[in-house]
Structure formats: C-alpha cells, structure tokens
DNA sequence: CGGCATCCCTATTGATACTG
DNA sequence: CAGTATCAATAGGGATGCCG
C-alpha cells in the first residue's frame, strides 16, 4: 500500500487510444467504448433496474422494493450510471417530502426490451438449467 | 402494490418453498433460481463468449484470441459456468496435440441472439450513449 | 493445446449511520 | 423521502507455474 516499487498503475500499457470517441463498434474489441456500457446495462442490478422501469415510471423506494435485495447504495449508485449512460430519466419534484421519478428513455426502453427478453428466456427455461446444472460433472 | 406469494395459477402444491427448485419464476425475488444464472450470462465475459460464440463453433484459444481482454483463467471459469447452466456445449477430441471445442446449446443459442440484440443497439447508438456521458453533470 | 491451482491485489457490494 | 459517507467483507480478475 505504501510503497510502489513497480512503474506505477499503468492504465495505458503500451499504446491505447482510450480518449477517442467511438473508435471502432466493437464489443469484441477490448476497449471498444460500448464494453463499459454493456457492462453496467448487463450487470446485477442494471438489468434488474432496466426491466422494472419498463413496467413503468418508479420512485426511488419504490423501485427499490420491487428490485428485491438490491440496497440503498447500490440502487443510487446503479441509477447514477443508467442515468449517465442515458438510459433512465432522472426527474426531481421539489416538495416534501422530496419525490424523485425514473424513467426510461427511448434507449433505456429498447435495451430494458432486450433485457427483457433474455429474462423470459431464462425464466421459461429455468426447469431444463435447473436439471443441467445438477447433471454437470466433469466426466 | 401486492407483492403476493401466493394465489393465482397453482402448479403444484406440496413442492412449495422448500429449499429451491425452480419456486416462482420471476427475477425481482431475491432468491428466484433464475438470478444466478442472469449473472452468469449477462456477466462481463459472459456475455461476449456467449456471442463469440454465435459466430460457429470456437476452440479454446481461438475464443481468447476472439473475446479480447479475457485471461485463460476467466475464459476457463465463465466457459465451465455457462456449460453447467446448459448454454454451451464441451467437445472434447482426443488427439494430439488436444482439441476442445465449445458450441452453443439450443437455449444457449436464444440466449445469445438476445444478447447480440442488445449488444447492437449499444453499438448503434453509441455516439448517443456518449454524447450523454459527456453531457451528463448534477445540477 | 487446454486447462487447473495458487497467490494476491483491487473493485464491487452490503450494513450501518447520517443528512438535506 | 431520497439519497450520501464510511467501513468491512467478498467476489472478480490478473500473473504465474504446472500437468495431461
């Protein structure tokens, strides 16, 4: 922790061109701008968030009770994201008691429909992964 | 808002809450079996060996050399996870020198075709995407 | 070639407490 | 209500070395 005998924290081994916008539009690529990005939609709670919103605009509690085990901070600071990313709109009520309303934005819906979609797959399949899961054994 | 574990459609009473066959189907409960598995696919490098391996049938080091950025270690473990959870297929040839093969499941293949939608409107709108992180500050 | 085992560091996450 | 701050636990992930 104190002592950095190394060339310090490359972020930048070599050559990258890691200002750029957009180089190129490729995931596959590995710092392809869109990686982070698919990153916080796919993550643990942002798939979660995305798809409830889809069901409509949430309010900050609100949402966090229907995103079941999701917790203050992670819940704020998923928001934060899609929200940077431009996936949910933030809108603040001055009043009080303070109300604040998510919801997507054109982009947000289309990726929450994807994510959505996956979800349905997963949740209809869920039976014969079930059964992999407890048949996998390396043979 | 009802959040109500019981009612409707009844399937089979009897196999009820017990510790976690497949009990309700739905995401935003916190302990729905099909979570896990969400994460698994919709994880950093899930996500992209999934749609690697979209493209045909991968061998082992030629979907590292595909998912750019992945070490042996991760590709090994997401590789293991998403054959367990039923979305990839293991072949192994016994020849000399080795050869693995992986392909995609029926419902591996689903799977990635949501995510390769996903992974499309990303890459698509990306400029949008960052335009509005740059635009992006707290008032 | 296609791995697994080990070490070790850092990012993510979860409780808890506190504020506008 | 809608968050932020702080701290501790844990999971993710890279580097290396070894084996079938």
Not at 22 to 36: K, Y
Not at 61 to 87: F, N, P, W
Request: hydrophobic fraction near 40%.
């Amino acid at each position: 922790m104190s002592t950095q005998p190394d060339s310090g924290p490359d972020q930048d081994p070599g050559l990258a061109f890691t200002n750029d916008p957009a180089l190129e539009a490729d995931v596959f690529a590995r710092n392809c701008s869109s990686r982070p990005v698919l990153q916080a939609v796919a993550s643990r709670w942002g798939v979660l968030a995305l798809a409830a919103l889809r069901e409509g605009p949430y309010r900050f509690s609100a949402l966090r009770r229907r995103v079941d085990g999701i917790s203050e901070r992670m819940l704020s600071q998923t928001l934060q994201t899609l929200e940077r990313d431009g996936m949910v709109h933030r809108e603040v009520q001055q009043s009080i008691p303070p109300q604040v309303e998510y919801t997507l934005t054109d982009l947000g819906a289309k990726v929450a429909d994807q994510l959505m979609g996956l979800i349905e797959i997963l949740e209809s399949n869920i039976d014969a992964i079930l059964t992999a899961q407890n048949t996998y054994h390396r043979d």
